[in-house]
């Protein structure tokens, strides 16, 4: 029992439209389906506005049926014990509905309503003047929160106007229509080129799966299912070249008891897809692996100087990166503590040999490093969402799935391969490095040029770093 | 719509009504006292049982085929146990546990090599111990949890270095964080004698003083093996990890705890109404609370099922009767609810945000007007609409190892119902519109607590 099969399927629509479709068979004693559909929309557009109305249907495409309104779809909906949603990224868009598996049941209705939804959205003034509203209302809750607003000055940073954390600028959401957004929704969510399919549930809820994904989609044609797996989104550099290649921004809020404090280096040279292993399990090493992992050891377990030390990704758009977020208090000298550690952690991290900030973890332990590794792959294999998300990264370009073809016993050939992967990692002349802090500007210039004295210094006053303008 | 579907649906959690005990289907062991084999869903089987020795009780739930295993650990101990003068010590002493043993001296590599999710939580009335492992290490973690329990190696430097940590944490979840000092402020507000008074993250100057004295003591008074409810769900052999426990925990003793009596909150008639002006915050928050319900109140009847599908009729973000009222008129930009019970009475909690430039007055006057309305609003079409989407979120909860045994050995170890949730559920299908307006009537009395942020002025 509960033997987990895993299909790989392909549907081909008739004319141009190609579709994969993932399905992870499941037999538990609750049997419930979670379906995931990608739509490979925007990427990196540059094109103005497109941003802005990829977010306004995040919000419009629950609205439900024209002429038939939210409450309708909402109670439709409910009534199968179902959940939608729709989110836009830049990695493409996912309609995503789960639902109480029951067999026998008819689902045709709730296929119905779905469809409709999909075809004839309910795109009035009404509904778009309010996700405007509330496209406002979560960028000023977001930025509530100092590790947000530190994520979002960022975002603004290194990718200026291209989709990033920001769901619109101000005068971008000023310029919007209606019109204009039912032409780019018709334009744009009508003629995907590919579509990938992700379900887990039981294997008897196949054929309901299929047929609410064959009515929803009936606009790009007839569905036939075959095997197939390739990544449907491929997105490169998003740097904006103008920045200069190494910068301490302090956004200037006194008061602060603490700082929120992200560094961050990408290899503008270096390919992510190739070092994937390298990069993964680097970031094992130094924040992954728990307390043991070398930067949340000498940052927190030694020294007890924040709470939160984590990294907030391994790659950046295609190029492999180093990053760290973490939050140290200003009293005592805590702050300062923490970036005398970071700056001595990352200067070892460049160097390859008896230098090597590798050198810090033992043999013993970096066979139990390997092996946590190996073990945190095998792990996701263990539940449906994990299961669900594994194969989407597949599709979105963020993981190459490789891993499991790697031999678990290949921590020795790893160990000199991590050093010289982090030394070109961090090598100078092929990176941008961003610090961003947040706090008592007079206090952490200081400190920016105590430990940082190449780096360029830029104030930003807290008021425009709340901003939903563009800088 | 179709009616059946309820019916389908509840009837799969009703089995557990019919399969409750089966004495010829649990595994035994000669160190353990079979309590009980629960039977909720199809292959679903959760087995009870108490160490002879010690009277520790545990779960075991065999998930095959997820090929890991989830190891988790109830302390009937929170923040409602603490004294006056040593509030934060549950939390902080949560933290000290993973500095150690006498075996494992070096615990984080521990975790390191079994690498799933590990951590634990400090609530009012319990602390909570959890790992997720691929199955072979359950022989280790068993061993591990067992060393913590009565063989915590720490000392007054590990002390101060985590004191540091657990500071940087206050600072980030209750002084910088709007919503963690809005619910900080609203408990501090709300109670006057009840311990529920100071959330577990507790007083700065309380953890400032606090010593390594204060945590031996509390570890000696709390972590006891009779004091702990285990929990293990994932892919083993029920044989197998009995003799496991039996194995680490079997020659502990039973020790003394002292049951913490916390001064009962007095009831009190009026209104308690604040406005604060706060820092951080961009737009208006309203909290509105109620003393809410026990985790006796479900062994006597429905009540806190009762709250729950009150909660979800007005603040459900899909389907409530709030967010139609509030937030597609762009008033509000997001209603929320908190409406769990406690040990003793906890707050049953509405809370309301405010769009961008709706000032405080005005979205508490909407909001009092909306509320007006709910009787008229609410059907037993409504109702049933919620009882399916809770029927179904408890289904999709129920599909990993760690959830499970989450779902089982927490309320076990608040209040000793490990069936807790599968009750829930069944007890939910009768809940009917009479009982929802009544428990709403009772809501609208003046004795609520309501806090309200508004942002400071620039």
Redesign the interface.
Same mark, same amino acid.
């Given at each position: 029992?509960?033997?987990?099969i895993l299909v790989l399927l392909m549907i081909v629509f008739t004319g141009t439209v190609q579709s994969t479709i993932y399905v992870d068979h499941?037999?538990?004693?609750?049997p419930?389906v979670?379906v995931s559909v990608i739509l490979p929309v925007l990427g990196l557009s540059k094109v103005p506005l497109e941003q802005t109305y990829n977010s306004l249907l995040s919000y419009m495409l629950q609205d439900g049926i024209a002429g038939k309104g939210?409450?309708h779809f909402?109670?439709? +909906?409910?009534?199968?014990? !179902?959940?939608f949603s729709f989110s836009t990224g830049v990695r493409g868009s996912t309609w995503s509905i !789960?639902?109480?598996y029951?067999k026998d049941?008819?689902y045709s209705?709730l296929s119905s309503i779905l469809a409709q939804a999909w075809e004839t959205p309910n795109f009035s003034q009404e509904r778009f003047d309010?996700a405007k509203?509330?496209i406002?209302?979560?960028y000023?809750?977001t930025?509530?929160?100092?590790?947000s607003l530190v994520y979002t000055v960022f975002s603004k940073w290194f990718l200026k106007k291209q989709f990033s954390f920001i769901p619109s600028y101000e005068e971008d959401l000023k310029q919007v229509t209606l019109e204009g957004l039912k032409s780019y929704f018709n334009k744009k969510y009508s003629q995907v080129p590919d579509l990938w399919v992700g379900v887990v549930g039981p294997s008897d809820a196949k054929n309901v799966v299929e047929k609410i994904i064959s009515s929803v989609f009936k606009k790009q044609g007839s569905v036939k299912f075959t095997q197939h797996n390739k990544p449907l989104i491929t997105i490169d550099s998003a740097f904006e070249e103008k920045a200069s290649a190494e910068t301490f921004l302090i956004i200037d809020k006194p008061n602060?008891?603490?700082t929120y404090t992200l560094a961050l280096t990408v290899n503008k040279k270096l390919a992510f897809f190739g070092n994937e292993l390298l990069s993964q399990f680097s970031e094992y090493l130094t924040f992954d692996?728990?307390?043991? !992992?070398i930067y949340m050891?000498e940052i927190?377990?030694?020294?007890?100087?924040?709470?939160?030390v984590h990294s907030i990704g391994n790659t950046f758009y295609g190029r492999p990166m180093f990053s760290l977020m973490m939050?140290?208090?200003l009293k005592d000298g805590?702050t300062d503590k923490a970036l005398a550690i970071l700056k001595q952690l990352k200067s070892e991290q460049s160097l390859v040999g008896e230098k090597s900030l590798f050198k810090r973890v033992s043999e013993d332990?970096w066979k139990?490093?390997w092996?946590?590794?190996?073990?945190?792959k +095998? +792990?996701k294999?263990?539940?449906?969402?994990a299961r669900l998300a594994q194969r989407k990264s597949v599709i979105t370009g963020t993981n190459q799935y490789s891993f499991l073809k790697q031999d678990p016993k290949a921590w020795k050939m790893v160990r000199s391969s991590i050093e010289q992967f982090n030394q070109k990692l961090l090598k100078k002349e092929d990176t941008r490095s961003l610090i961003i802090t947040l706090g008592d500007f007079s206090y952490l210039s200081k400190l920016a040029a105590k430990y940082y004295p190449s780096y360029k210094i830029v104030k930003i006053p807290y008021?425009k770093a709340?901003s939903s303008s563009s800088y | 719509? %179709?009616y059946n579907?309820l019916g389908? &649906?509840l009837s799969?959690f009703l089995l557990s009504s019919c399969s409750l005990f089966d004495g010829d289907k649990q595994p035994s062991h000669s160190a353990f006292e079979s309590v009980k084999h629960y039977e909720p869903?199809? %292959? &679903?089987n959760i087995y009870e049982y108490r160490l002879k020795k010690n009277n520790m009780q545990v779960f075991l739930i065999p998930?095959?085929?997820?090929? #890991?295993v989830a190891y988790t650990t109830a302390y009937k101990v929170g923040s409602r146990d603490e004294e006056k003068g040593k509030t934060g010590l549950a939390h902080l002493f949560e933290h000290m546990m993973?500095r150690g043993t006498e075996k494992f001296k070096?615990s %984080?590599?521990l975790?390191?090599?079994?690498?799933?999710t590990?951590n634990a939580t400090t609530s009012f009335d319990q602390t909570f111990y959890y790992e997720?492992?691929?199955h072979h290490y359950l022989d280790q973690m068993a061993e591990f949890e067992a060393d913590r329990m009565r063989h915590l190696k720490i000392d007054a430097k590990m002390y101060?270095?985590?004191?540091?940590? @657990?500071?940087?944490?206050r600072?980030?979840r209750t002084?910088?964080? @709007?919503m963690g000092k809005l619910w900080w402020e609203l408990y501090q507000l709300a109670y006057d004698k009840h311990s529920y008074k100071v959330t577990p993250i507790g007083f700065q100057k309380d953890l400032d003083r606090s010593t390594l004295e204060d945590a031996l003591k509390f570890y000696r008074s709390f972590y006891a093996p009779n004091n702990a409810v285990v929990g293990v769900s994932?892919d083993f052999e029920v044989s197998d990890a009995l003799s496991i426990i039996d194995k680490y925990y079997g020659n502990f003793e039973s020790e003394e705890v002292k049951p913490s009596i916390p001064t009962a909150e007095p009831i009190r008639s009026e209104l308690r109404r604040k406005v604060m002006s706060v820092e %951080?915050?961009?737009?208006v928050y309203i909290a509105d609370a109620r003393l809410g319900t026990t985790y006796e109140d479900m062994k006597k009847g429905s009540k806190p099922v009762i709250d729950y599908v009150l909660c979800q009729l007005l603040a459900d973000s899909?389907?409530g009767y709030l967010p139609?009222q509030l937030v597609?008129k762009?008033i509000a930009?997001?209603v929320g609810q908190s409406c769990g019970p406690g040990i003793d009475p906890d707050l049953a909690v509405l809370l309301i945000?405010g769009?961008?430039g709706v000032a405080a007055p005005d979205l508490e006057k909407k909001y009092d007007l909306a509320l007006k309305g709910f009787e008229s609003w609410v059907t037993q079409e409504k109702i049933d609409?919620v009882k399916? /989407?809770f029927?179904?979120e408890?289904?999709?909860y /129920?599909?990993?190892?760690l959830n499970i045994a989450q779902d089982i050995v927490k309320p076990a170890g608040f209040a000793n119902i490990p069936m807790y949730w599968f009750d829930f559920v069944k007890k939910s299908e009768t809940v009917t519109k009479a009982q929802v307006l009544n428990r709403f009537k009772v809501w609208n009395k003046k004795n609520h607590t309501r806090l309200i942020f508004q942002p400071k002025a #620039?």
């Open positions: 029992m509960n033997k987990n499941e037999k538990d004693p609750m419930a979670d939210r409450k909402n109670e439709s +909906l409910a009534d199968f014990g !179902s959940k !789960s639902f109480p029951i049941m008819d209705k309010l509203k509330k406002k209302a979560g000023v809750s930025l509530q929160k100092d590790s602060r008891s603490q692996g728990g307390f043991k !992992s050891n927190r377990e030694k020294n007890g100087l924040a709470y939160s939050n140290p208090l805590k332990d139990k490093f092996t946590g590794y190996v073990n945190s +095998l +792990l294999k263990g539940t449906p969402g008021n709340l | 719509m %179709n579907f389908i &649906l799969i869903l199809d %292959n &679903l998930k095959k085929g997820s090929s #890991q993973f070096d %984080n590599i975790f390191t090599e079994w690498a799933g590990r997720v492992a691929p101060e270095t985590e004191k540091g940590a @657990v500071v940087s944490e600072k980030m002084v910088d964080s @709007v994932g %951080n915050a961009k737009t899909k389907t139609s597609e762009a930009s997001s945000v769009s961008p609409r399916k /989407l029927a179904y408890e289904w999709s /129920l599909r990993t190892p #620039q």
